[in-house]
């Protein structure tokens, strides 16, 4: 089923890149789930299945309570479902967004 995303591929690669820039970036997870796992019509069950990872993995990725990994990263590659550089950077500009809201302290000049 995966396979049928190659028709799809270019629009899910400019809504995915237009996530990344957005100022507070969506979890990745929403977006495999909106724009990969809905537009296939899979089921959390299923694409944990055809992805060789546990359905509580994928479910907690799917609800932004996990990040997407390296290793679901290549999954993702390999199961035809954009780059593992993508959904790298999806997290990471996820995770910046969150860390960049918060407040953080004791931070001082390395050169002082």
């Known amino acids: 089923m995966f396979e049928s995303l190659e028709s799809n591929s270019s629009i899910i690669r400019i809504t995915i890149e237009a996530r990344v820039v957005i100022k507070h970036p969506v979890h ?3 977006i495999l ?3 990969v796992l809905t537009t296939l019509g899979l089921g959390v069950s299923d694409a944990a299945d055809r992805l060789g ?3 509580v993995t994928l479910s907690r990725i799917l609800n932004g309570r996990a990040g997407i990994s390296a290793q679901v990263a290549i999954r993702l590659e ?10 790298i950077n999806l997290q990471a500009a996820y995770d910046l967004s969150q860390v960049r809201t918060s407040d953080i302290k004791g931070v001082k000049p390395l050169d002082a």
Request: aromatic share 6%; glycine share 16%.
């Open 53 to 55: 990872i546990a359905r």
């Open 33 to 35: 789930l909106e724009e």
């Open 78 to 87: 390999k199961a035809g479902v954009g780059k593992a550089a993508t959904w």
């Open 28 to 30: 990745p997870g929403t």
